[in-house]
């Protein structure tokens, strides 16, 4: 399955945006739908956010409450909802299938990604 991440730019503290996560050649309805984010200077993605085949959601600590993951298995689409955004979520946003049961939290629980998408929050 190729994925393909939109949605960023640049926005004001406390905006709001909505990435997405089109994919293709094949259905999303096998996998599990993760967002990960890799801020500037970091050589490491870190785990933002996870769906499961089943709608179940996942966050880390740092957007609960503030951020929405979700799916549309009919359009072969998964979302973030990213609102109250902070200077500190400016980072590259990249999308994620994966096979993994659980809550798969790592880069390498995911066998799939999309191009990233750029995230700037300013002050």
């Known amino acids: 399955v190729q994925l393909q991440a939109s949605g960023g730019g640049l926005v004001q503290a406390g905006a709001s945006l909505r990435l997405s996560c089109a994919a293709s050649g094949g259905t999303i309805r096998r996998y599990g739908m993760g967002w990960f984010r890799q801020p500037p200077g970091r050589s490491v993605r870190e785990f933002v956010a996870f769906i499961n085949r089943s709608g179940g959601t996942w966050y880390a600590d740092s957007v609960k409450g503030r951020f929405g993951i979700s799916r549309n298995n009919a359009e072969n689409m998964g979302y973030l909802q990213m609102n109250s955004l902070k200077p500190e979520d400016t980072a590259t946003y990249y999308c994620?299938?994966?096979?993994?049961?659980?809550?798969?939290?790592?880069?390498?629980?995911?066998?799939?990604w999309g191009q990233g998408t750029q995230v700037t929050v300013s002050s």
């Open positions: 994620g299938a994966t096979t993994t049961v659980g809550v798969p939290s790592l880069e390498s629980d995911y066998s799939y």
